[in-house]
Nanobody
């Protein structure tokens, strides 16, 4: 079992940067692949980025590739999402989620979710 808590959201101008953090509890954190999802107003939750159990593999949605970087520190039970060159369309609630399977961007695959952190990008 793992519990997830996101932090680091806020208001930023277009072109700016933010780093989101996802803190995990539980001794089996390194057994989970972790992903970030986001949900904008009136939109479905969508995949943003995912990272493998040891952090050696990562993949991104086309909309954030080259601008966002996912990383993890298993010693600290932390996952990060560094967001750069932010755009107004990046405005959403961002969630981290955990599953045993790496490489699946379907929300149905993920068993554990955080409560989300709001990111707002002004133009």
């Amino acid at each position: 079992q793992v519990q997830l808590v996101e932090s680091g959201g806020g208001l930023v101008q277009a072109g700016g940067s933010l780093r989101l953090s996802c803190a995990a509890s539980g001794r089996t954190f390194s057994s989970y692949a972790i992903s970030w999802f986001r949900q904008g107003p009136g939109q479905e939750r969508e995949f943003v980025a995912g990272i493998s159990w040891g952090g050696d593999m990562a993949y991104y949605s086309d909309s954030v590739k080259g601008r966002f970087t996912i990383s993890r520190d298993n010693a600290k039970n932390m996952v990060y999402l560094q967001m750069s060159s932010l755009k107004p369309e990046d405005t959403a609630v961002y969630y981290c989620a955990a599953t045993y399977v790496f490489g699946d961007d379907s929300t149905r695959t993920y068993d554990h979710w955080g409560q989300g952190t709001q990111v707002t990008v002004s133009s």
